[in-house]
């Protein structure tokens, strides 16, 4: 049985291996983060910057808006300095999801609480707040499974975006990653009947109107995916 969430339920989770649980959940937010690295990717090979930088600061840096406020700032020719102060200061709420998930990491071997922090980033921090059950090895299998998943296909979406780079048209590629962004974000919760109505019906009214009246586009693009969904039931 499934929760509303989309993840199993907690009686269910007690009885399947962490691995297993990770595994499931990074299936989950996956799909939503590869076009935002692959869209990362061709940015960090149109606007010049250095494609092995770019490559080695996927796992190095572990937070795309991070990675992106970086590259942007360079490509802009601001100093290594404020790039890296101002990619410090985007990440900055990270903070506050180790403030939240500080109990769970305070009782694991040292070697876990220095390195696995790397690993959180704003959906790995939701994965683990959706297992509250997990604590000990089981938390620590856990977050490691998630947080390698994320990485490999993080960093190989990234790769792909530089690699097919020069294979694209001239587009705005900057403009494209807040696109991304936004699909990653909705992705992840196209988990019912009504979400997927919705986005799919404010997706198509949107670009219908856009041709017309570019201004109005997205809210009636919203104004009509909420009213076709709010008529669908929800999946039981």
Known sequence: MSTATGLPDRATACHTAPGTLARRDAATVLPGMVPFGAV??????????????????????????????LVSLLGKGFSVSIAVLCAVVVNLRLLLYSAVLGERFRSQPRWFTWLAPHF???????????????????????WGWLGGLVLVVWSGSITAGIAFAPLLPELPHLALVGTALFVGLLVPRLSSRPAIVAATTGGLVAAGVS??????????????GVAVAATVKTDV
């Open 120 to 142: 959180l980033i704003d959906q790995t921090f939701l994965m683990a707040e959706g297992r509250p059950e997990l604590s000990g090895q089981s938390f620590r299998r856990y």
């Open 40 to 69: 990362l990717g061709v940015t960090i090979a149109t606007t010049g910057s250095d494609r092995l930088a770019g490559l080695i600061g996927a796992p190095a840096i572990y937070g795309g808006s991070a990675q992106l406020a």
């Open 211 to 224: 041709v017309v009246q570019p201004g109005a586009a997205i809210i009636i693009g919203t104004v009509a």
